[in-house]
């Protein structure tokens, strides 16, 4: 029965598509072809869904004109005509280009397009498909094309699941198993060298912060909150603060990265000497390949075409060298900061549209810009720039997969799927916790790390269906952290370890010197 229910709901959201406001021009000659952005009125105008169903046209260039009157018009009858933006209303050019003959309207645009509309006593009256279009990029179809070319315009459907979801459970499964699997190996590589530093904020032989104050925890959450609403209020100075930070970090993180893998494969080994000093060849071509992937990064970060695996790759490392380096001491530590960061996370997206002038939550708006291309505005309206090139920057905080699907949207401006860094990280800690308590409880079958990597995968899971059947973002923490800590606690309880899970380092101390196989014997229950 449950096997049935879970392919029924696969089939349902792999089949359902949804229609948006942006659509494409195909212009081409005997030679060559190219697309470009539209943005139509599904109301007023019926288009096609597939290139092969759509009709073509011979292009008539009449941008020198607004279209406002019937002088000086040429032969249109059957012909796409592209006039100027401006100076009357669209259902008026609609009706002069209709009156004339012309079977398709295109309107060029140097401002910002959102889908025309008109009174709805004038949506009968226009029989022709209307759209606007980038005045540039008709620019740029009359030196590819110069002036023979036919036009066709059609819309295809939007898939309501996007393979992108998949690639980015990927990313973040994968990179909380691989933090909390190399926090694990750490932890128990310290211990075979017997250098464990249990109950003290820094281990100096490994650069590791430990969090054990309650009251530490708190006042981090507070400095993030206050973090949060400088940037909401201070973004266009705040961000290339953020974005100096995170080149400086990724770059370190991506070298302690490949300095570990490196150092697990037992390569690169070679060495010379300088001023009395060896130097490892190895470092230096680790340091200049991360500072040049954090440079390409920084100088390219708002080319969005490509640009987002950069920021992926580097936000991978961060997040790995962030649970390799802090470290939670105990499970009541990881049970506060879950705890607060999921009411963080909640607050800042679902209650504070009620404070802001646009109804946007602050979390969203800091973490897509201020004026973020293709973003849906006042009634799902969607609003297109005319200029694709962002004028603005974006926090270098949430990992970004296009939505492959979305041909159309991409068009007009990329789209992404984004998951913060938060989301990964938060739970990550957990999870990273739980591979050190195996270390120390001596699990060979790693089964708080197993079980709470588990629970991670079912909360993105879970995340993800309630986004694409409510149809908005969702605060990934508020699934992750009870999916997580509840298994967590589950599986110390039926194992009878909840007293060391919740004390975690202070028992690790305590019971240094106990074999592992008896602490089990010595367990209350």
């Known amino acids: 029965m449950s096997r049935k229910l879970w392919i029924t709901i696969a089939v349902v959201f792999l089949s359902t598509q949804t229609y948006s406001q942006e659509a494409v021009l195909h212009i081409s000659n005997e030679s060559t072809d190219k697309e470009y952005c539209l943005v139509y009125n599904a109301s007023w105008t019926n288009l096609s869904s597939s290139l092969t169903d759509a009709v073509k046209h011979q292009v008539v260039n009449l941008v020198s004109s607004y279209l406002c009157d019937s002088t000086n018009i040429p032969d249109v009858t059957g012909k796409a005509l592209v006039v100027m933006r401006g100076q009357c209303d669209f259902s008026q050019k609609a009706l002069i280009a209709q009156k004339h003959g012309a079977a398709v309207l295109l309107i060029a645009s140097n401002k910002s397009m959102s889908p025309p509309s008109a009174n709805n006593s004038e949506y009968a009256k226009v029989k022709i498909p209307l759209a606007l279009m980038r005045y540039r990029d008709f620019a740029d179809a009359q030196q590819v094309f110069g002036k023979d070319m036919t036009a066709s315009l059609y819309a ?14 990927f990313i973040a499964v994968f990179t909380v198993a691989l933090g909390g699997y190399w926090s694990g190996a750490s932890e128990k590589e310290k211990r075979s060298e017997g250098s464990i530093l249990g109950g003290t904020e820094e281990a100096s032989n490994s650069g590791e912060l430990s969090l054990y104050s309650p009251l530490k925890v708190v006042i981090f959450v507070a400095l993030m909150c206050v973090m949060l609403v400088l940037m909401y209020f201070f973004y266009k100075y705040l961000v290339y603060v953020i974005i100096a930070i995170f080149c400086l970090a990724s770059a370190t993180a991506l070298y302690s990265c490949l300095d570990a893998l490196m150092n697990k494969v037992g390569c690169g ?67 506060i900061l879950l705890s607060l960061l999921l009411l963080y996370d909640v607050f800042f997206v679902f209650i504070t549209p009620f404070f802001t002038p646009n109804g946007e939550s602050i979390m969203v ?71 050190r308590f195996d270390i120390w409880s001596g699990s060979s079958k790693r089964i708080y790390f197993v079980s709470c990597t588990i629970a991670y995968f079912l909360g993105m899971i879970v995340t993800f269906a309630v986004m694409l059947l409510s149809k908005m973002g969702q605060p990934a923490l508020l699934y992750l952290v009870p999916f997580t800590l509840l298994t967590s606690a589950v599986v110390a309880w039926s194992r009878k370890e909840m007293r060391q899970f919740w004390a975690g380092t202070t028992y690790q101390m305590d019971s240094l010197d106990m074999p592992a196989g008896r602490e089990n014997a010595n367990c209350v229950p």
């Open 269 to 335: 080994k070679c060495s010379f000497s300088c001023r009395s000093r060896t130097v490892p060849v190895r470092s230096l071509l680790l340091a200049a390949l991360c500072v040049s992937v954090a440079v390409v990064w920084g100088v390219y970060r708002n080319e969005d075409r490509w640009i987002w695996i950069l920021q992926d790759l580097l936000g991978i490392a961060f997040c790995l060298n962030f649970m390799k380096t802090i470290t939670l001491s105990n499970f009541k530590i990881c049970v």
């Open 156 to 169: 295809p459907p939007v898939p309501v699941f996007d393979v992108s979801i998949v690639v980015m459970l």
């Open 365 to 435: 708006q800091v973490a897509l810009g201020p004026a973020s291309a293709g973003e849906k505005s006042d009634g799902n309206i969607v609003e297109v720039p005319a200029d694709p090139t962002p004028t603005y920057e974006k926090l270098p905080v949430v990992m970004r997969v296009p939505r492959f699907s979305a041909w159309a949207q991409n068009l007009c401006g990329m789209q992404f799927s984004i998951l913060g860094y938060g989301d990964i990280i938060v739970p990550g800690l957990l999870i990273a916790y739980c591979a």
